[in-house]
């Protein structure tokens, strides 16, 4: 069976920051604080695909996010890659609007104007993505959401409501690389 790729550039990119920084020990300083992200982690998208394809032939694979400065090669890698990209400007307070709506829009016209179910395979751990869950569920389609463990609850309504949970954990170094090293080591004294 195919299968239908959706991805929160975004979600995936924060949450693999995240997974890669607790991996190189670095935790919060307090309870409550902001959990560090490792900014020297990048996402390989051609990787990332391939891993949330499964060996599945791709139907369509779309990749949302939030137009970058001018100068930024992200969406250029994501095409290559193999993604269909959709941006969407940053509200005036820089916040990301549209990513998840633009998402459950493709996802939705993909399976409705397509004859036969596959596998959705929704990247992202959001719960936005629930009205789209039912709509592949109501057309018969079997629902995957992959995503880092920090992104989502175990118990909570979206993994409760797809067929499969896929943690990204574990696949950090299969869609993902450091850049440059980070944190700085210590200096030598």
């Known amino acids: 069976m195919d299968c239908l790729i959706l991805v929160d550039n975004s979600n995936i990119y924060i949450e693999g920051q995240k997974c890669s920084a607790f991996r190189k020990g670095m935790t919060p300083n307090n309870p409550g604080d902001r959990h560090p992200v490792d900014i020297s982690w990048r996402i390989d998208f051609a990787r990332l695909l391939t891993q949330l394809a499964d060996g599945r032939p791709i139907r369509e694979a779309f990749l ?102 896929r943690p990204l954990d574990g696949s950090l170094d299969l869609i993902g690389h450091s850049a440059f090293q980070w944190p700085e080591p210590p200096p030598r004294g």
């Open 64 to 165: 949302v996010g939030s137009r970058p400065p001018p100068n930024d090669e992200v969406w250029r890698l994501a095409e290559r890659g193999g993604f269909k990209v959709i941006t969407h400007e940053r509200d005036a307070a820089n916040k990301e609007k549209a990513v998840d709506t633009e998402l459950v829009a493709q996802g939705t016209l993909v399976i409705a104007t397509t004859p036969s179910p596959a596998v959705l395979v929704i990247a992202s751990g959001d719960r936005d993505f629930l009205p789209l869950v039912n709509v592949a569920h109501q057309r018969g389609w079997t629902v995957e959401m992959a995503a880092f463990a920090s992104a989502f609850t175990f118990h909570g309504q979206m993994a409760m409501s797809v067929d499969k949970v």
